[in-house]
């Protein structure tokens, strides 16, 4: 089952909130699912969805809302994608017009409504109900672990625009692209995406994404302490490998005792520990020196050096 399965199997089980939220939730559904049907001259609605928990929620919110006679269609998709897919029918009824019209789906005069009925969403707790409509008729949301991503998709430019202005509402910072004559809505970052989760009542989502979120940043924080300690240890041995040169070459060319005691005393303890960093040089020093006078030190071997790289 696909990370978005579990999201919606989720928030679709959820208790049905006050009557007004149920309806906005089931405007949002009837507007990205439903499609009008003339059945003897009369109005009829059908919505489809690909979720069976999804679908068993359209039909309850269709019965304890209006109180319709409906049914449902279990059918199997061709082709490659077998999966069943599943149709709830109201059959005309008195009332059909009237939920079409409370819904926003369509205007009094039977005219297609794009918009969002602002009726539906002046309370918070309607919006954010609106919200999971959405997401539960056209939503999908990428498992946390692999990236961040959720994305919504619908028909109509004016729809979008008023789907990312209802998401401003909430601090939410969701933008749209157009896509294949349709219409992209998406969120890539994780704060924003545990928002909406958190809004249309997904605790498990809220809960998968905290942990990703989590485990990226503590993995983030040791790559880059590994990354540094490695390239720190990487100019140590760099650094020590000049040093040692240096000294090669004065004690080859002059010798080392011709060098002050300091200097005799440095160089002797680098060939010794070829690999140690100037801090633990200078400790093992008697008495101990600071790894500002440890460089200074071998500062001044590389001095001598260069100068008989001249000579």
Known sequence: MSFTDEVKNEIARRDFDDKCCRLAELAALVKINGSLR???????LKLESKNAAVARRIYRLLQE??????????????YLDKKNYYIIRVPPQPGVREILVECGLITGKYQLNHQIKEELIVQDCCARSYLRGVFLATGS?????????????????????????????????????SKNGSYLLYLKKAYDIIKVMNLIGSD????????????????????RIVNCETANLNKTVIAAQNHLEDI????SL?????LPASLQEIAALRRENPYSSLKELGELLEPTLSKSGVNHRLRRIKKVADKLKKS
């Open 141 to 177: 949301v990428s498992n946390p672990d692999s990236e961040y991503h959720l994305e919504l998709t619908v028909n109509s430019k004016e729809y979008a625009v008023q789907l990312q202005k209802l998401c401003i509402k909430f601090e939410i910072d969701l933008r749209y692209r």
């Open 254 to 258: 002059q010798g080392l005792d011709k």
């Open 65 to 78: 809302q209006f109180d319709f006679f409906t049914d449902i269609i279990v059918r199997k998709k061709m």
């Open 248 to 251: 090669e070459l004065i004690d």
């Open 204 to 223: 498990w989502a809220v809960l998968q994404f905290e942990n990703a979120r989590v485990y990226k940043e503590v993995r983030n924080r040791v790559n």
């Open 38 to 44: 003339i059945d003897n001259q009369q109005l009829a």
